[in-house]
């Protein structure tokens, strides 16, 4: 793909099946079984079965190899493996490789999965405790015998300079927050289910980072989720309505950083989230005002702010009062800030629902959806849309 050219993939491919395990503080289970549980779901909500698989993607982070999940899940040969960088960023660009794959005629039925024990096990919200020597990991240098040892830390600079530009206080962000845990209270899925927050109780909240409070920033949690990717000729011969990959795209800033990018020339966007916009947009061949629903990659509630802002949704310093205005629905399964937090790989998944109707919140009429990956990093999008 060029980040200047409509690219050739846009309704090639298309999710035929999603799953998951439950969303928990400590599932009791390995990693490897959580993967194991969400893709043998997935593959049973496709109509699929595990002979069928002939490709795998998941993230860098993973602990459970593509060829052990696919010896465990009981599957045969692959023809296509591969792994994506940059922690959350990777989670829609799972899908964009797997509809690669299935475009190019690599494979024909891929698995995208990520599964880990954040709470029980390796909690990232502790920030960096020990890192082997590596070139990315220098820009840390620079940060962390400063005192940013954390994501929330990273995020915190950002979202400061954000509310000094535009003359907001810190509240602003509580409004993703609140809409968030509104959709979380009527979602069974969802760890916070039954539990919605109102403003007063985000502005409540304890620091966490100034200008972040508790609120601000997402959980952290036990699971696994696992996608299905095939051909669209094939889709619509399975059970499920397919969500139709229209655009897929990465993206990484001039300057890019993980998470750490304090030097380019303007810390209140995100640079990478504007260059995976304008790819979906110019390939979808849509703009935000075509969109119906919207599950932003939650993290840190100012990011989603600034992310509605980079895809034109409304202008700088208005993503705020965008939220508070509901003019979009968004983040409908609750968000990782009140569902769970699988490294947007639940987003994904709520996308599906969406289009196919399928949704505890759904809304009428969606047929068309973005879906974000982790922000402040390099980064990744989709847009679903259903078979018409």
Known sequence: MSVRAKDALAGRAAIVGIGATDFSKDSGRSELRLAVEAVRA????????PGDVDGMVTFTMDT???????????MGELSFFSRVHYGGGAACATVQQAALAVATGVAEVVVCYRAFNERSGRRFGSGVQHREPSAEGVALGWSLPFGLLTPASWVAMAAQRYLHTYGLAPEVFGHVAVTDRKYAATNPAAYFHGRPITLADHAASRWIVEPLRLLDCCQETDGGQAIVVTSVDRARDLPQSPAVIAAAAQGAGRGQEQ????????LTGLPEMAVVARQLWRTAGLGPGEIDVGILYD??????VMQLEEFGFCG???????VAE???PLNTHGGQLGEAYLHGMNGIAEGVRQVRGT??????GAERVLVTAGAGVPTSGLVLTADR
Do not use: W
């Open 326 to 328: 509901e003019r979009l």
């Open 64 to 74: 459970s190899p593509e060829i052990t999940v696919a010896q465990a899940c009981g």
């Open 259 to 266: 998470m750490t990018s304090f030097y380019r020339d303007d």
């Open 359 to 364: 949704s505890v919140n759904q809304i009428s």
């Open 42 to 49: 997935a593959l049973d909500d496709a109509g699929l079965t």
């Open 299 to 304: 993290h840190f509630t100012p990011y989603v």
């Open 316 to 322: 700088k310093g208005e993503g705020g009062g965008f």
